[in-house]
């Protein structure tokens, strides 16, 4: 897929592990990795918003398009 | 209390009746089509042995059929409707009948009355496919919205 999800990198500069990040989003971890290892085919609105909250980042930040 | 799960066991139970009712089938094929031709058809004396290669031959895809029913019933009791397995299972169901049907068609050279089973077999074939291709879709569906986080 040409969608590449930077969480990682965020997640990094906001010093920040999965488990705390998917505690503050309300997402389960299983749900987080699929999101952090490139394996899901979508994101809500809702769980982009909580992670924008979360992280204080803009979607551009997480979401990047590769051709 | 009739519930989902007493069907899926009756459907279950089903099979397995017509597994035995097919396994005796194959021990009495001599007894059975001997019986046919003493009974209407004097005339086919001689064919025995093409009705012995059809119902032999249709018990394969009969067993693979039965097996794959069984298999799918299984999933369903499992609570695992919408899996590719699923799709695998009826797709096999599928060419079953279309095996069937052939084998049944070819044998209507000695014996027309196969033609009804031949078309039956064909035409449950063909539902079953478009059945397959109904849960096919949806287990893709399923893929999707399992994935959206």
Redesign the interface.
């Known amino acids: 897929m040409s969608i590449v999800i930077n969480l990682d990198v965020m997640m990094a500069r906001r010093k920040i592990s999965s488990g705390e990040l998917a505690e503050r989003i309300g997402?389960s971890p299983a749900?987080?990795s699929?999101?952090k290892t490139g394996?899901?085919?979508?994101?809500?609105f809702s769980?982009l918003e909580a992670i924008c909250r979360a992280l204080e980042c803009q979607p551009g930040d997480i979401l990047e398009f590769r051709s | 209390m009739w519930s989902d799960r007493s069907s899926v066991v009756l459907s279950q139970a089903c099979v397995i009746a017509f597994a035995a009712i097919l396994l005796l089938v194959m021990i009495f094929a001599p007894a059975l089509v001997s019986w046919l031709l003493d009974f209407s058809r004097a005339d086919l004396r001689g064919t025995e042995a093409y009705f012995f290669v059809t119902i032999y031959g249709g018990s394969m895809p009969a067993i693979l059929l039965l097996y794959s029913l069984f298999g799918l019933l299984r999933g369903l009791a499992a609570e695992e409707v919408f899996r590719q397995k699923n799709v695998e299972h009826l797709r096999r169901i599928s060419w079953s009948c279309f095996g069937g049907s052939v084998i049944c068609l070819l044998s209507t050279f000695y014996y027309m009355p196969w033609l009804a089973v031949a078309v039956a077999a064909g035409f449950m074939g063909l539902i079953v496919r478009v059945l397959k291709n109904v849960v096919e879709r949806a287990v893709a569906l399923q893929?999707?919205v399992d994935?959206?986080?």
């Open positions: 997402l749900n987080l699929i999101l394996k899901a085919k979508a994101i809500r769980t | 893929d999707e994935c959206t986080v």
